[in-house]
């Protein structure tokens, strides 16, 4: 299992109540555990943004001063198969510890449940007194979208687990947040009022009955809240100012402003300015609490602006904790286009991020590990294929099995095909001899570059799909019930191993019209390594339809069969339109520039 440690940002604030103000800075921290503030949804556009569904879970355990029984928590979650453990948070004042891991929806709910099992035998309420408020053994559990997973993937995961705390531990279990059942209970302090210490006169109210679960106080246990929120992100920006300066600059940008008369610049942003003594600095310190309404460089360039109509210097700013992938890449585009810059590199866009928006000024920001995807991904579980050697793979290719078969074979030519044609573009990219290509060069690269990104995860996908058809015919068949499960596995499993080949037609078909355009302009020495991207394409696109039409057969679903028969064919005939156009072009080129 995976530990990331994190930076001193997350140990610089604890927990306390909000204020009329907006918040406390005692809170600030307490926020990105606790599940009253929503986050967002996001889906990643290349490369990592390929791995498996991503659900973060965030449990919240009201102990955080017994070591023994915080490591045992941690190893009941690590012992999880696919639930990566990210980072465990304990604080002894609150007496309450955060752990915060990720995995597939149903790894998730899973190693939840094997932490709140041990909870239960380890931690008694009766005798339990900390800072924080709080109303159970497991005070909040909330599910979080991160990738290939939306906000009912994981309202239905809360459900799940709390369905399955109440009956296998016999404990109360509220729904908050977007699982909620009533507005009344949509938020945790609506739930938590009377903490701990009412919940067994507020269990004989009606109108507080727990979602799953019994009616009766369990003292050693309390209740639990679970739910799904948004991602939040607690976000800083470095001023070398007085802190009233920069709680002006606070009140201008932060939604809820100086009041209903006077709101700020800025939606779904919580924001304060405060003193941080261990820098030496002031910041404005913020809550982002939906990205997609406002993003990190949106507030690093509000206060930015502010900073400057006061004459105060800005020096850069920090992200308390782990963050999504996809607002550092947003952050990575601004100044892209802000710049006019070419980057095409995922990692080298993050690395534009974390400098521009001076991420690493107080601390460093390791971002393989405080960005979730990365840190995940560190672990070749994800992609098991693609982390082989070139022998190792080729290996398994050779190997008297099924799978790794044409299909992952047929997907990874095609991405060396695309390869190859971003190489060639890039031979002809900053050269003196062809400036006045730059322009068409900087517009035709990412094609391919995209193109190959959108092509390596169906290496895996391919393997995975036709491995999934062979363990739907091996289930159980005794019963009609079985039959019926049996046959719609085999269904399912059937459409995914003909949707991935065709994603792999399409994704290879997309360079054509990018591969024709550069026949023409590019560098004529590298013109031999075009040709063989080209015709790693059209054998990427004649192999995936190959690998659509020998699984029709297994699609009892005629009309399915039909349309999907006709889509194929018409990939395979762009292709080998579009390969003819790109090989006489590049033949014309070839003969042009022989003596």
Not at 506 to 518: D, F, I, R, T, V
Not at 524 to 550: H, R
Request: hydrophobic residues 45%.
């Amino acid at each position: 299992m995976l530990a990331v440690t994190l930076t001193r940002g997350l140990a610089k604030i604890s927990c306390s109540t909000s204020t009329a103000a907006g918040f406390h800075p005692k809170l600030h921290r307490a926020l990105l555990r606790s599940s009253s503030v929503f986050s967002f949804v996001f889906s990643r556009p290349v490369s990592l943004a390929k791995m498996a569904q991503l659900i973060e879970c965030v449990p919240n355990f009201s102990e955080g001063r017994d070591q023994q029984v915080i490591d045992a928590i941690s190893k009941s979650i690590s012992a999880t198969t696919g639930a990566t453990l990210l980072n465990v948070d304990p604080g002894k004042s609150t007496n309450r510890t955060v752990y915060t891991f990720v995995g597939s929806a149903e790894a998730v709910v899973e190693a939840a449940l094997a932490a709140a099992k041990t909870a239960f035998d380890l931690i008694d309420m009766t005798k339990q007194t900390g800072e924080h408020p709080r109303l159970g053994a497991l005070d909040v559990c909330p599910f979080i979208p991160i990738s290939n997973a939306t906000m009912a993937d994981c309202v239905e995961c809360a459900k799940k687990f709390s369905r399955r705390l109440g009956e296998e531990l016999a404990v109360p279990v509220y729904l908050y947040g977007f699982a909620a059942q009533a507005d009344y209970r949509r938020s945790v302090p609506q739930i938590r009022a009377g903490e701990y210490e009412g919940l067994a006169e507020k269990l004989k109210k009606a109108e507080w009955i727990p979602d799953f679960g019994p009616t009766q106080f369990v003292p050693r246990w309390g209740a639990t809240i679970a739910g799904a929120r948004k991602f939040l992100i607690a976000y800083n920006v470095n001023l070398l100012s007085t802190k009233e300066q920069a709680h002006r600059i606070a009140l201008n940008i932060r939604e809820q402003g100086r009041g209903a008369k006077e709101p700020g610049r800025l939606p779904a942003v919580q924001g304060l300015g405060w003193w941080f003594d261990e820098g030496k600095i002031a910041q404005v310190s913020t809550n982002l609490t939906d990205l997609d309404l406002t993003t990190l460089h949106q507030v690093f360039v509000e206060v930015e602006k502010d900073a400057w109509e006061m004459n105060l210097p800005m020096i850069g700013s920090e992200i308390v904790g782990l963050v999504p992938l996809k607002p550092v890449l947003e952050a990575a585009e601004y100044f892209i286009k802000k710049e006019n810059l070419f980057i095409l590199e995922e990692e080298q866009k993050v690395q534009l991020a974390v400098s521009r928006l001076g991420l690493n000024t107080l601390s460093p920001f390791d971002y393989k590990t405080r960005i979730i995807e990365y840190a995940v991904a560190n672990s070749a579980a994800t992609s098991p294929l693609l982390n082989l050697t070139v022998k190792n793979f080729v290996g398994e290719v050779a190997a008297r099995k099924p799978a790794p078969g044409g299909g992952s074979v047929a997907a990874l030519v095609g991405s060396m095909g695309a390869a190859l044609c971003r190489m060639v573009g890039l031979l002809t990219y900053g050269n003196k001899k062809f400036e006045h290509l730059e322009t068409e060069i900087r517009r035709l690269v990412p094609v391919f570059h995209d193109a190959m990104e959108n092509l390596l995860p169906l290496v895996d996908a391919d393997t995975k799909a036709f491995n999934s058809i062979i363990e739907a015919h091996r289930l159980p068949s005794a019963t009609p019930d079985e039959k019926i499960a049996k046959e719609t596995a085999i269904q399912t499993a059937t459409l995914t191993a003909i949707q991935v080949p065709m994603a792999t037609a399409k994704a290879a078909n997309s360079a054509w019209a990018a591969l024709l355009e550069l026949s023409a302009i590019a560098n004529i020495t590298a013109i031999s390594d075009l040709q063989v991207g080209a015709k790693s394409l059209e054998t990427a696109v004649q192999g995936a339809v190959w690998n659509v039409q020998i699984n029709l057969s297994g699609l009892r679903d005629e009309e399915q069969r039909a349309k999907f028969r006709v889509e194929a064919e018409e990939e395979l005939r762009l292709c080998q339109e579009k390969f003819a156009a790109v090989n006489k072009a590049i033949e014309k080129r070839k003969e042009d520039s022989s003596p």
